[in-house]
């Protein structure tokens, strides 16, 4: 049995590695508020304030197209800073400034660390 | 040729040969204490006969036709050891046989005694010839090999084609319900269901292309293996029991 599942993981990491590889982050704000600037450069939001993104990941056409199967994640190294959430609607996360200061955004996709966007939380006056 | 040799042949004076050891199961026995020749030393053993056969047809020494009627019947002696005394190492030997009588008729000794056949309640029943029963072994290998290559082969086709396919159908169908879902536990619900038949696709169709390659490795080594032992036992007959000495006629 042991050895099996051995070959299913062997299987899945081959499945895995059969994907596309990484390009870019298509991001879209559907929402939130309008004293932000979220793009894959740099995130710049105000302390208690709220963006709803849209993001997806592109891969690179060189190197095969993903088969939709790969799994995105969007982390905030500091959340004491900023948190991102999952959201309601398909492919949507809701970043919240939590209080002034610096962090960053990892980008993985499939586990694998593809990109940092630098993100800042301004005080409000 | 034969009117040069059948004359030269009156000319000689006629010694009396020893007389030729009939190749009784008896006497067989006997001399079966010792170890069968092998395949190629019954081969040599024939060759000699036929370079002493050459020399006479060259020269006329009768000694050359006594020496070769010695080795022919020390090679019957060899060959009912090896092959024993079915009806097929029987009839091999028949014309060997038969050279030996010539070789008689024409120094002028008598006829030897052909080689008996035992009578079914008097002799035990011959031993497998040893070479007979490695080919034969080796064919029943090959048999095996085949067999065994056509239901790994099948296996393998069969899970490639009724599972690891359909997976693949299946997770094709679930990432494009996940695609038109609104909200993200529905989408998530699907990419699952399709990450699943992805691994399912991915396991079968290894598992299934390793046991149909190896299955066909399996049928190719089989047919060698068998291809081999046949042309084996083809070639044997320079000494086998269907077709003793058939390549090495004496001339006269």
Redesign the interface.
């Known amino acids: 049995m042991s050895t099996l599942r051995k070959?299913?993981v062997l299987?899945?990491l081959?499945?895995a590695s059969c994907g596309g590889a990484y390009d870019r982050l298509e991001l879209f704000v559907i929402g939130g508020d309008r004293r932000t600037e979220v793009s894959t450069e740099r995130i710049r939001i105000g302390e208690g304030g709220v963006v709803v993104i849209e993001a997806r990941a592109e891969s690179d056409a060189d190197h095969g197209e993903y088969?939709?199967?790969e799994?995105l994640e969007l982390r905030m190294s500091d959340s004491r800073v900023a948190r991102v959430r999952?959201?309601?609607?398909?492919?949507?996360w809701v970043i919240n400034g939590a209080e002034p200061g610096d962090t960053v955004m990892q980008i993985r996709v499939d586990g694998q660390l593809e990109q940092v966007v630098p993100v800042r939380v301004e005080r409000q006056p | 040729m034969k009117q040069t040799t059948t004359s030269m042949m009156l000319a000689v004076a006629m010694a009396v040969a020893p007389v030729a050891t009939a190749v009784t199961p008896a006497v067989a026995a006997a001399s079966e204490q010792a170890a069968p020749p092998s395949k190629e030393a019954l081969d040599q053993i024939y060759t000699d006969a036929q370079l002493h056969v050459e020399r006479y047809n060259g020269n006329g020494d009768v000694e050359q036709l006594r020496a070769a009627r010695q080795l022919l019947d020390q090679w019957l002696r060899g060959h009912a050891q090896l092959y024993g005394y079915g009806e097929q190492a029987v009839q091999a030997r028949a014309p060997v046989q038969q050279q030996v009588a010539a070789i008689d008729e024409k120094v002028g000794e008598p006829a030897a005694t052909p080689v008996a056949t035992p009578a079914p309640t008097a002799a035990p029943a011959p031993a497998p010839s040893p070479v007979n029963a490695e080919i034969a072994a080796r064919q029943r290998r090959g048999d095996q090999m085949f067999t065994g290559g056509l239901v790994l082969g099948a296996v393998g086709l069969a899970t490639v084609l009724f599972v690891g396919l359909p997976a693949l159908g299946l997770r094709n169908t679930a990432l494009d319900n996940a695609q038109v879902q609104e909200f993200r536990a529905d989408e998530e619900r699907y990419l699952r269901r399709a990450r699943r038949r992805h691994t399912t696709m991915i396991v079968t169709m290894a598992i299934g292309g390793a046991f149909t390659l190896g299955g066909i490795t399996l049928v190719s080594a089989g047919a060698a293996t068998k291809n081999a032992a046949d042309r084996e036992l083809a070639l044997s007959p320079a000494v086998g029991p269907t077709f003793a000495g058939g390549s090495l006629r004496l001339r006269f």
């Open positions: 070959l299913i299987a899945s081959a499945a088969n939709g199967l799994e999952k959201g309601v609607l398909k492919d949507s």
